[in-house]
Nanobody
Framework: QVRLVESGGGLVQPGGSLRLSCVAF????????MGWFRQAPGKEREFVVA????????YYADSVKGRFTISRDNDKNTVYLQMNSLKAEDTAVYYC??????????????????WGQGTQVTVSS
């Protein structure tokens, strides 16, 4: 079993920055890919970014490329999502996800086995 706990969401003005954190607990050695997804009100869950455990592969959605960066701290079992130049359309609940059965990052939410509870990000003036 793997448990994921997100934090760091909040209210930020357009153009601002936030950093989300996702701490993994449990059988973390079994995780191959970590990712972030988001879901805005009335919309389907959307892929944001993912990377492989060894960091060799990363995959960003076009909508966030150049603005968002995924990183990790292995000592803390934590994955981060640095979000810069935020826009109103980035407003959503952001979810951390972990995949055990794939070796490269995937935008398909069905490939992910464990999910966090989500953290709200609101971009508004």
């Amino acid at each position: 079993q793997v448990r994921l706990v997100e934090s760091g969401g909040g209210l930020v003005q357009p153009g601002g920055s936030l950093r989300l954190s996702c701490v993994a607990f449990g059988r973390i050695f079994s995780i191959n890919v970590m990712g972030w997804f988001r879901q805005a009100p009335g919309k389907e869950r959307e892929f944001v970014v993912a990377f492989s455990r060894n960091g060799d592969y990363s995959y960003y959605a076009d909508s966030v490329k150049g603005r968002f960066t995924i990183s990790r701290d292995n000592d803390k079992n934590t994955v981060y999502l640095q979000m810069n130049s935020l826009k109103a359309e980035d407003t959503a609940v952001y979810y951390c996800a972990a995949a055990l059965g794939i070796g490269v990052p995937s935008p398909d939410s069905d490939e992910y086995d464990y999910w966090g509870q989500g953290t709200q990000v609101t971009v508004s003036s």
